[in-house]
Nanobody, 122 residues
Framework: QVQLVESGGGLVQAGGSLRLSCAAS????????MGWFRQAPGKEREFVAA????????DYADSVKGRFTISRDNAKNTVYLQMNSLKPEDTAVYYC???????????????WGQGTQVTVSS
């Protein structure tokens, strides 16, 4: 079992930036692909980005391509989500999760963090 703790959320104006972090416990972090998902009030959880175990390959939702960057530091057991040019529609609770392979389907992910709130004001 891997425990995940997200941080870095907050309130930011449109056009601003935030960097989310997700710290994982345990010594098996580099055996997992990692993903970021988000859920806005009244909406389903949606895929944001994913990175393979090595960190060399990534995948993004069309809505965040060119604005968000996912990365990981296996030495620090941490995955990051750098969010630039934020828009009000990016407002949501952001979650990180582990998977055996890079995927955009939340059903492929098992361990989840508690989430961190990101609010973008217009």
């Amino acid at each position: 079992q891997v425990q995940l703790v997200e941080s870095g959320g907050g309130l930011v104006q449109a056009g601003g930036s935030l960097r989310l972090s997700c710290a994982a416990s345990g010594r098996t972090f580099n055996s997992y692909a990692m993903g970021w998902f988000r859920q806005a009030p009244g909406k389903e959880r949606e895929f944001v980005a994913a990175v393979v175990r090595s960190g060399f390959n990534t995948d993004y939702a069309d809505s965040v391509k060119g604005r968000f960057t996912i990365s990981r530091d296996n030495a620090k057991n941490t995955v990051y989500l750098q969010m630039n040019s934020l828009k009000p529609e990016d407002t949501a609770v952001y979650y990180c999760a582990t998977s055996r392979a890079r995927s955009s389907d939340y059903l492929d992910y098992d361990n989840w963090g508690q989430g961190t709130q990101v609010t973008v004001s217009s």
